[in-house]
């Protein structure tokens, strides 16, 4: 049977990067509290929206909804293929559950289709690291639920690790508390983060000054790579780009690894963690 792999906009893989996979995406949405104006994950540019967050603008975000799922995965059952959506991690937004939900309510309309979800535990381009082998499973001839299985075998071997470069965003979202961020951004300490195994960005580490940080990122890639000199690595950047080659360059001297995808921290994972923020994404012993 015919079936199409489905994500989300949380997976900051560009649409042409998408297209090229031959997935389809919804978009999470997010607007800045002082207007009513609501924008899709690209629907302003990354560099521009930054820019509006270092202008101390505030940006709040929102999930997809049930009823905007249970459209899109529609428009797909009614041509006669079944659907696997790859969804956002259920530890950081309500949008896998209203996905769940959207499955659920068309299985009774469509009995002869399969709709399979699968909460990825990840965010950013770690989902999108995931989707990618999802594809290349599908591509080499397996069933939707041959790839389902894999990718909730897969998904707590794909490591996330982050930092910042403004400890007030992670203030914001409680992950730090205001004396800490006070204290880190006056002493230029930046946090170590990544996503644990119940899918939620936790601070696991500090280091001293911006190229400490990214250091301490390429030495957890030291640690826990299971193939570091050929594996896949995708690293994503808000409004950073040096830092993001940077990185990429520590990880080609160290192994001699080439990161096959740097690609920009979307607006929507960008609300929560602001421009500045760096991540590494890779396939790991354990996250």
């Known amino acids: 049977m015919s079936y199409v792999i489905l994500t989300d906009s949380a997976c900051d893989l560009s649409p ?6 031959g997935v389809a995406i919804k978009s999470l949405t997010f607007r800045f509290t002082d207007s009513d104006k609501e924008y899709s994950n690209d629907e302003m540019p990354v560099s521009e929206f930054y820019e509006q967050m270092r202008q101390k603008r505030v940006a709040r975000t929102a999930a997809v909804n049930t009823e905007i799922f249970c459209e899109f995965f529609a428009s797909y ?3 006669g293929n079944d659907v696997l959506y790859l969804g956002f991690s259920s530890g950081l937004s309500n949008t896998y559950n209203a996905a769940r939900l959207a499955a659920e309510q068309l299985a009774a309309e469509y009995p002869e289709r399969k709709i399979l979800t699968v909460d990825t535990l990840c965010a950013s381009a770690g989902q999108g690291l995931l989707v990618k082998l999802a594809v290349d499973r599908k ?9 389902a299985a894999y990718v909730a075998d897969t998904r707590l071997h794909i490591c996330h690790w982050f930092t910042v470069d403004d400890l007030d965003y992670l203030k914001r979202g409680g992950r730090v508390s205001p004396l800490v ?24 580490g500090t280091a001293r000054g911006r190229r400490g940080s990214l250091l301490s990122i390429a030495q957890k890639y030291d640690e826990l790579a ?14 950073c780009r040096a830092d993001a080659e ?6 080609k001297d160290r192994h001699g690894v080439e990161v096959e995808i740097i ?12 421009p500045g923020t760096l991540a590494l994404f890779f396939l790991g012993k354990e996250r």
């Open 16 to 21: 042409e990067v998408l297209s090229s996979f």
């Open 77 to 79: 059952l009614k041509e």
């Open 139 to 147: 591509n080499a001839g397996k069933t939707i639920e041959e790839v």
């Open 181 to 204: 961020a006070m204290a880190g951004n006056l002493l230029g300490i930046k946090p170590v983060l990544h996503v644990d195994n119940e899918g939620h960005l936790i601070k696991v």
């Open 226 to 239: 299971i193939d570091p000199a050929a594996g896949t690595v995708y690293i994503s950047h808000a409004d």
């Open 246 to 251: 940077l990185l990429a360059k520590m990880l």
């Open 263 to 274: 690609t920009d921290v979307g607006t929507v994972i960008g609300a929560h963690s602001g």
